[in-house]
């Protein structure tokens, strides 16, 4: 658990018929993405008309119906379809539903499975699917990741579809070229072409950020559309904007594509690691006082009483330097890899206390929801 401030302006991306922007809210390869076979380049960037052929019957557009009650008035608006009904106390009130066109998704599998954001269909009393092919459907919910902001939704397939591989986004690298489809102001299937700008970033919109940062231009509506790598795997899912910003657009890694198909599967979750501390990181002053060159680790901020951390002999003020043989950069780079360790197992700790380095080993507790 971490304490921090946060700055930036997020911009969730959001293209609906009645408002057009809503505002609101592992481990590294060294090894370089080999170029999927048959793909050609040209001075330094990648052909991608086949690859976009190929890859863009995958990709769809989500539109939703939310459920509004509202009093009767001689002025309503076209967005919305009314139906009347008694109200109380005999009042006319019309029951209404309001059309909002909102994002993007692709097919994880070929029965029908569609990845998309939470936000997208947060609400919703009907599910709308635009086809490549202009096809429309209805879905349905199917889960919710409980961390971070996914959703998997369902369509009765009525064709054969063509399904988007998921990548490993542990092995993604800054600079690698990448591709965003998805339905940008309601448009529907547009390519933008960039590279990774960045990995693990943080825009504070939970606890589990780690966001991959990328160049290739996504607006307000491509939200849960896909990040492809040049292989034409989904290395991640576009979420969210900097608002004052160009060039700078967020995606959640792939892997966390993977802990929400399980659970649509009737699989349970895997309980999440947990050490019972807040932190708070090192300042330059604190490193300069400690004789550093930079910021290293993080400071244990408050040990809670009756958890692991307490139990293994945690105090307040120490300097947590490494995890799991890891060393430590901050307070997010520690929950991230004490989340994936299985409760009931040990972890190794280093610490720093009073300038003397300690060994320590926590039996990791299961993290309260």
Same mark, same amino acid.
């Given at each position: 658990?971490?304490?921090?401030?946060?700055?930036?302006?997020?911009?969730?991306?959001?293209?609906?018929?009645?408002?057009?922007?809503?505002?609101?809210?592992?481990?590294?390869?060294?090894?370089?993405?080999?170029?999927?076979?048959?793909?050609?380049?040209?001075?330094?960037?990648?052909?991608?008309?086949?690859?976009?052929?190929?890859?863009?019957?995958?990709?769809?557009?989500?539109?939703?119906?939310?459920?509004?009650?509202?009093?009767?008035?001689?002025?309503?608006?076209?967005?919305?379809?009314?139906?009347?009904?008694?109200?109380?106390?005999?009042?006319?009130?019309?029951?209404?539903?309001?059309?909002?066109?909102?994002?993007?998704?692709?097919?994880?599998?070929?029965?029908?499975?569609?990845?998309?954001?939470?936000?997208?269909?947060?609400?919703?009393?009907?599910?709308?699917?635009?086809?490549?092919?202009?096809?429309?459907?209805?879905?349905?919910?199917?889960?919710?990741?409980?961390?971070?902001?996914?959703?998997?939704?369902?369509?009765?397939?009525?064709?054969?579809?063509?399904?988007?591989?998921?990548?490993?986004?542990?092995?993604?690298?800054?600079?690698?070229?990448?591709?965003?489809?998805?339905?940008?102001?309601?448009?529907?299937?547009?390519?933008?072409?960039?590279?990774?700008?960045?990995?693990?970033?943080?825009?504070?919109?939970?606890?589990?950020?780690?966001?991959?940062?990328?160049?290739?231009?996504?607006?307000?509506?491509?939200?849960?559309?896909?990040?492809?790598?040049?292989?034409?795997?989904?290395?991640?899912?576009?979420?969210?904007?900097? &608002?004052? =910003?160009?060039? $700078?657009?967020?995606?959640?890694?792939?892997?966390? /594509?993977?802990?929400?198909? !399980?659970? #649509? @599967?009737?699989?349970?979750?895997?309980?999440?690691?947990?050490?019972?501390?807040?932190?708070?990181?090192?300042?330059?002053?604190?490193?300069?006082?400690?004789?550093?060159?930079?910021?290293?680790?993080?400071?244990?901020?408050?040990?809670?009483?009756?958890?692991?951390?307490?139990?293994?002999?945690?105090?307040?003020?120490?300097?947590?330097?490494? &995890?799991? =043989?890891?060393? $430590?950069?901050?307070?997010?780079?520690?929950?991230? /890899?004490?989340?994936?360790? !299985?409760? #009931? @197992?040990?972890?190794?700790?280093?610490?720093?206390?009073?300038?003397?380095?300690?060994?320590?080993?926590?039996?990791?507790?299961?993290?309260?929801?």
């Amino acid at each position: 658990m971490t304490r921090m401030a946060v700055h930036a302006r997020v911009v969730i991306l959001f293209a609906s018929a009645v408002c057009s922007i809503c505002l609101c809210t592992g481990k590294t390869s060294a090894e370089t993405p080999v170029p999927s076979k048959g793909l050609t380049f040209q001075r330094g960037c990648p052909d991608l008309i086949q690859l976009i052929k190929k890859l863009t019957p995958a990709v769809v557009s989500i539109s939703i119906e939310r459920h509004m009650l509202q009093k009767n008035s001689a002025h309503t608006s076209s967005s919305f379809r009314s139906h009347p009904e008694l109200g109380h106390g005999g009042l006319r009130s019309r029951e209404r539903f309001q059309l909002d066109s909102l994002g993007s998704g692709f097919f994880s599998d070929r029965t029908g499975h569609i990845v998309t954001n939470a936000h997208v269909v947060e609400g919703a009393t009907k599910i709308l699917v635009t086809l490549s092919t202009g096809k429309v459907c209805t879905a349905k919910v199917v889960a919710i990741h409980p961390k971070v902001d996914l959703a998997l939704i369902k369509i009765k397939p009525p064709y054969p579809l063509r399904e988007a591989p998921v990548g490993d986004s542990s092995r993604v690298q800054v600079g690698e070229w990448v591709l965003a489809i998805g339905n940008p102001f309601g448009l529907g299937k547009t390519v933008t072409f960039g590279i990774v700008s960045g990995k693990g970033r943080f825009i504070g919109l939970g606890p589990d950020d780690d966001f991959i940062q990328t160049d290739a231009s996504i607006n307000p509506g491509n939200s849960g559309g896909p990040l492809f790598n040049m292989n034409g795997e989904v290395i991640g899912v576009n979420t969210a904007i900097i &608002a004052s =910003g160009k060039g $700078i657009g967020f995606s959640i890694p792939s892997n966390y /594509i993977r802990q929400l198909v !399980r659970s #649509g @599967d009737g699989m349970k979750q895997p309980a999440r690691g947990w050490l019972g501390i807040y932190v708070e990181d090192m300042t330059e002053e604190q490193a300069r006082a400690l004789g550093l060159a930079t910021p290293i680790g993080t400071f244990v901020d408050e040990v809670l009483s009756g958890t692991p951390a307490s139990s293994a002999g945690m105090r307040e003020g120490d300097l947590i330097l490494s &995890a799991d =043989g890891t060393e $430590i950069r901050n307070g997010r780079h520690l929950s991230r /890899i004490v989340s994936n360790i !299985r409760p #009931g @197992d040990p972890i190794r700790m280093t610490i720093l206390r009073e300038h003397k380095k300690h060994a320590l080993e926590v039996i990791v507790g299961k993290s309260p929801e």
